[in-house]
């Protein structure tokens, strides 16, 4: 989408409004230029490209942390969160800001190394030539979905939707799914038994889901 990300310690003198408006300390900014028709167009665009840098560092962070099998945890499982977002003008001024007012966007940011930081822009540049990258960006959304749910059940069956939109992404289809996943694995029956298993328990945790409604 034409969005050029670049990571600083301390914002150009042209954001110092930004300052003056938002009296935090944070370890590290994320500037995204981008050209749009609006305020509106420029902050969807750069929301979009966040998110997506937000779900690769958890791809490099979360799968560290322990995730109940169920049950409730006590936050959302996601380990980063953005920050307040200001949309500026060509000449720094802002146009718009969204305060996020439970971010723990400073506490966490200092987990991203550098090396973090370099692969996600490889990452990016490389998702923009690639042909499937549309197919790839909903998975990435639904993945970060899937880690800011507090109940880890649900977690679980957003993250199962994940993975059906990049095996199966027109239709579900189980049977694919599994072989789709087990050509990763050159055909290795222990792992064909745990998606096994995992499809069984996504589908008797959306009957349970059912049965709750219908209750």
């Given at each position: 989408q034409?969005?050029?990300?670049?990571?600083?310690?301390?914002?150009?003198?042209?954001?110092?409004?930004?300052g003056k408006l938002i009296k935090k300390d944070y370890p590290l900014?994320?500037?995204l230029k981008l050209k749009a028709r609006s305020f509106r167009e420029a902050?969807?665009?750069?929301?979009?490209?966040?998110?997506?840098q937000r779900a690769l560092w958890g791809i490099h962070i979360n799968p560290y942390r322990?995730?109940?099998?169920?049950?409730?945890t006590k936050g959302p499982l996601n380990t980063i969160y953005l920050g307040d977002f200001t949309v500026h003008n060509s000449i720094g001024q802002i146009e718009?800001?969204?305060?996020?007012?439970?971010s723990d966007f400073a506490k966490k940011l200092y987990m991203l190394s550098p090396l973090t930081l370099s692969?996600?822009?490889?990452?990016?540049?490389?998702?923009?030539?690639?042909?499937?990258?549309?197919d790839l960006r909903k998975a990435l959304a639904i993945y970060l979905s899937a880690f800011?749910?507090?109940?880890?059940?649900?977690?679980?069956?957003?993250?199962?939707?994940?993975?059906?939109?990049l095996t199966t992404p027109k239709r579900?289809?189980?049977?694919?799914?599994?072989?789709?996943?087990?050509?990763i694995y050159k055909n290795d029956m222990g792992h064909k038994q745990i998606l096994e298993h995992l499809r069984l328990r996504r589908n008797n945790l959306m009957h349970q889901a059912v049965q709750a409604n219908d209750d």
């Open positions: 034409d969005v050029k990300i670049t990571y600083c310690k301390r914002l150009p003198k042209k954001y110092h409004e930004r900014f994320m500037l902050q969807y665009k750069a929301e979009i490209q966040a998110e997506q322990v995730i109940p099998i169920a049950g409730r718009h800001c969204a305060f996020q007012e439970n692969n996600c822009r490889k990452f990016t540049r490389q998702l923009s030539k690639c042909a499937y990258k549309e800011d749910e507090i109940d880890s059940s649900r977690s679980f069956i957003v993250m199962w939707a994940a993975l059906e939109a579900a289809n189980y049977d694919n799914m599994i072989a789709r996943c087990m050509f």
